[in-house]
């Protein structure tokens, strides 16, 4: 594999950043501020890192103007310096080889469509009256079952199970183990026992919607679970059936969105949020990490509910107290009632 090779000046130009320092600075690779070397490229976004900028080996630091003049070095001044640095990594991620064409030991429905220039690989299962648009990769044991669509440049990476009704927009990326369409958790009880109710409705993900390892997306009931374009999810999340995402809000690890909630646009809810079923969540929300969300919220903001772990000792005497409230609550209650 050819090494990579970016100059400064290079870099700048290609990013819309302004380059200070030496343009015929070059660089092979990407590296974190405290141990990057001269051939490479890094980046200072954090302030509490802002110490290490005087000691590192750098080639080149994108980093913001405020923070330019304590530097020496060779510099690329950004708004965001997160952002810029991402699109420059993205110059030296290695690529896989695109092989189009089906392995010979692929499975394909006579009555599927898989487009000459997509790649299914070893060992995967292509269902009846499915289509696979030019561009796409269906990795190695991939499941993809029946009446399922995947348009342009999709990616599986490996053992991803589309079960029945996926439709995949344009360059939507799933990772490892990640399940779509599989049965929703629907069920009703009659006479003490419980009735399997049919999920007849499908999965839709918009275009450019990546989803990781080993995440799980029910099919709908009725109408389809929909996540809109842009859609992040971490890897480990639960996506209930006719649960509707909005357009690029993102979600970390572990979360769990239960069925019939409709989340908006350009949200964020970090890792191990758990939100209820059939709520209304607005655009513009960001719901802190370990929060319970069990009614609407109509206000762009940030929302919290986890509580933060302290010694031991603290918290049992706080639990106890927990049991407490109440009565505290009557007996200030009657005291300020006594002073009326």
Request: proline share 4%; charged share 20%; with cysteine.
């Amino acid at each position: 594999m050819d090494m990579q090779h970016h100059s400064a000046a290079d870099l700048a130009r290609r990013f819309g950043l302004e380059l200070r320092g030496n343009g015929d600075t070059h660089v092979t690779g990407v590296a974190p501020l405290s141990r990057a070397t001269a051939s490479e490229l890094t980046f200072l976004s954090n302030p509490r890192l802002r110490d290490q900028l005087a000691g590192t080996g750098a080639g080149i630091v994108v980093l913001r103007d405020d923070d330019a003049a304590a530097f020496t070095g060779t510099a690329l001044v950004a708004r965001d310096p997160y952002v810029a640095y991402a699109k420059i990594a993205a110059l030296f991620e290695p690529k896989r080889p695109f092989r189009p064409g089906i392995h010979p030991s692929a499975v394909v429905d006579p009555t599927a469509q898989v487009h000459p220039g997509a790649e299914v690989g070893p060992l995967a299962s292509i269902g009846a009256r499915t289509t696979i648009a030019a561009g796409c990769v269906v990795g190695p044991g991939c499941v993809v079952g029946e009446d399922c669509h995947l348009d342009i440049d999709c990616v599986l990476v490996a053992r991803v199970t589309l079960d029945r009704r996926v439709r995949l927009g344009k360059r939507v990326q799933i990772q490892p183990g990640a399940v779509l369409g599989a049965e929703g958790f629907g069920m009703a009880m009659e006479n003490g026992r419980w009735i399997k109710v049919p999920q007849l409705g499908g999965v839709v993900c918009g275009d450019d919607v990546e989803i990781g390892a080993n995440t799980t997306v029910d099919r709908g009931a009725l109408d389809d679970t929909v996540l809109e374009e842009g859609v992040r999810l971490d890897n480990l999340i639960q996506i209930a059936h006719n649960v509707h995402v909005g357009a690029h809000t993102a979600m970390a690890g572990c979360v769990g969105i239960a069925g019939s909630t409709r989340i908006g646009r350009h949200c964020l809810i970090a890792g191990a949020a758990g939100i209820s079923g059939h709520l209304d969540i607005c655009d513009n929300v960001l719901v802190h990490a370990m929060s319970m969300v069990s009614s609407s919220i109509s206000e762009p903001g940030e929302y919290s509910s986890g509580m933060p772990a302290m010694a031991t000792r603290d918290w049992r005497r706080n639990a106890a107290r927990f049991r407490q409230l109440d009565a505290l609550a009557r007996r200030v209650g009657a005291l300020e009632k006594g002073k009326e």
